[in-house]
């Protein structure tokens, strides 16, 4: 049996637990419990609060959890990461309000600065040889400079706004995080071959969420030129039509390459083309 430790409420509780699941991992989830068991896979799940979570693991309590870097990286704890996870994608930054001339984090000399990962912030500024003075507040950072506690602030930014309706200027990106997932560094031999059947669900899981699979139907004498365009995982599948002369072809793509792909193939010659998700992906 795995213990995993995930946050209870929050940011990373629902991308969390979706990932488990499609994993194909069940479970019975109550917002309620502190713990929940799989009925079909050897797993635990503890609901903590996520800074709890690193030093869980660290010590044992928990055998694997989830948690953004932000939280690991400032605890130290940053030798225990496994996998980034591709979600809850943000960044600590540094900013000042809006008005004050900024030119660069020279700036920052002798200036207060109120944050909730004094750690990151410290390493940031010594390693450009900033001397400020770092003030540690849990919560509302961003409107330390409004009541005069701060003449700037390091906090997590995802979509910026927060930052705007406090009348701040994002200047510097000091961290950028995802989700990690982290496992204690001396797992038993069965609790290692748990964790490694989860990491090969959990690869498959990733590498389906970033492929399409691609279905096109060309005239023959184009299909050398398409198979070239399309990268698969291998060369693609060619099944011949019922129409003389023409063939269809299946393939997978990058959801990131996606458009450039598509535009090229349809110049190529393709016609009917259908473009489905993947569930898993096993190669
Ligand atoms: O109760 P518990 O201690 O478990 O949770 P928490 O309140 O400490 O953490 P939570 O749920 O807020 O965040 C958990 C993790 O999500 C963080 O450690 C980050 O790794 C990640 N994450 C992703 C974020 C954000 N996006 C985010 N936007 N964490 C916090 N924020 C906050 C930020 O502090 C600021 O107040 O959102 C505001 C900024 O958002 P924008 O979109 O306005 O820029
Ligand atoms: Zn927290």
């Known amino acids: 049996m795995l213990r995993l430790a995930i946050q209870k409420s929050g940011r990373l509780s629902e991308d969390s637990l979706e990932l488990i699941r499609e994993c194909g991992i069940s479970f019975i989830s109550s917002s309620l419990k502190l713990k929940t068991e799989s009925t079909n896979f050897p797993l635990e799940i503890l609901f903590l609060r996520d800074d709890d979570i690193p030093g869980y693991v660290a010590d044992g309590v928990a055998d694997i959890g989830i948690v953004g870097e932000n939280v690991l990286v400032e605890e130290g704890k940053a030798h225990l990461a496994v996998e980034k996870l591709g979600f809850s994608k943000c ?48 919560g509302s950072v961003e409107i330390a ?37 982290i496992a204690h560094d001396r797992l038993s031999t069965e609790k290692q071959q748990i964790l490694e059947k989860l990491l090969f669900r959990i690869h498959a ?17 184009s299909i050398a030129t398409i198979s070239a365009l399309l990268p698969g995982t291998k060369s693609p599948s060619i099944l011949p039509l019922a129409e003389e002369g023409w063939s269809s072809l299946h393939s997978v793509v990058n959801e990131d390459d996606f458009w450039e792909i598509i535009e090229k193939i349809k110049d190529a010659g393709a016609q009917g083309i259908l473009v489905v998700p993947i569930e898993k992906m096993i190669i």
Request: proline residues 4%; charged residues 20%.
């Open 91 to 138: 960044r600590l930054s540094l900013a000042v309000p809006k008005g004050v001339e900024y030119t660069s984090v020279q700036d920052l000399n002798g200036k207060n600065i109120a944050t909730s990962y004094p750690n990151l912030l410290q390493a940031y500024l010594q390693e450009r040889g900033v001397e400020a003075q770092i003030h540690t507040i849990s």
């Open 145 to 181: 400079p409004s009541i005069g506690l701060a003449d700037a602030i390091c906090d997590i930014v995802s979509s910026g706004s927060t930052l705007i309706s406090n009348g701040l200027r994002e200047v510097e990106r000091v961290f950028k995080s995802e989700a990690v997932l």
């Open 205 to 221: 899981v990733q590498r389906a969420s970033k492929a399409k699979y691609i279905l096109l139907n060309a005239p023959n004498e």
